[in-house]
């Protein structure tokens, strides 16, 4: 079965620090990947996505990614965190065979200054 | 240009009565989805529409669920006899047809009493 899987929950980072989260995805080929950043009460915004090509792929607000097949992971990273990004950040994968995006269940960054 | 909209922002209903949300979807987009995100989870895929094509229903969690769209303007989302577990954010999405890349609206917030 399709499915996207981010392990941590709920992550702490002091203002000024580096930033990984974590996403792993479960298809047979390689997907669309996308990821979101959802703050209180708002919708879905889109930082970056990864269709194909560079494995390296930048995004706004300086977030970027990293696509590796042999993992089967797609981590957003930020070299140093704003207060600003505490939110919830939703990755996403698009297959084709389902025409819907498949998400993981979020992880909520809290930043501390 | 425009986004996606939805209406109303926040719904507060009795147990047992029928709601109808709406969407508008970014125009010259053919491609609609409602996705549902409980309190802490993820988003689950409701429904699919691409143009005249017969939608994708497969994500609908009862018959209480339903959603029309007109061509390829607006849809309603509506739940019958609505429960208490129906609580959650109620978030559309649209797309171009060819692409997997999804615009998100901000969601209608249904609290059921």
């Known amino acids: 079965a399709q499915s996207v899987t981010q392990p941590d929950i709920h992550i702490t980072v002091s203002e000024g620090a580096s930033l990984e989260l974590r996403c792993n995805y479960s298809?047979?080929?390689?997907?669309?990947l996308f990821w979101y950043v959802q703050s209180p009460g708002q919708g879905l915004q889109l930082l970056l996505k990864?269709?194909?090509?560079?494995?390296l792929v930048q995004g706004i607000k300086g977030f970027e990614a990293e696509f590796k097949r042999s993992q089967s992971s797609f981590n957003l990273r930020k070299p140093s965190v704003h207060w600003s990004d505490a939110a919830e950040y939703f990755c996403?994968?698009?297959?084709?065979?389902?025409?819907?995006?498949?998400f993981g269940t979020g992880t909520r960054l809290q930043v501390t200054l | 240009g425009a986004g996606v909209s939805q209406s109303p922002s926040n719904k507060v209903t009795e147990k047992g009565k029928d709601v109808e949300l709406r969407c508008d979807p970014i125009s010259g987009h053919t491609a609609l989805y409602w996705y549902r995100q409980r309190l802490g989870q993820g988003l689950e895929f409701l429904i699919y529409f691409q143009g005249n094509s017969a939608p994708d229903k497969s994500g609908l969690p009862s018959d209480r669920f339903s959603a029309e769209r007109t061509g390829e303007s607006v849809s309603t989302l509506t739940i019958q006899r609505t429960q208490q577990e129906d609580s959650a954010v109620y978030l559309c999405?649209?797309?171009?047809?060819?692409?997997?890349?999804?615009?998100f609206g901000p969601g209608t917030r249904l609290t059921v009493l």
């Open positions: 298809y047979g080929a390689t997907p669309y």
């Open positions: 999405a649209s797309s171009r047809s060819t692409s997997p890349q999804q615009y």
């Open positions: 996403a994968m698009y297959t084709g065979t389902a025409s819907k995006l498949t």
């Open positions: 990864y269709f194909s090509g560079d494995t």
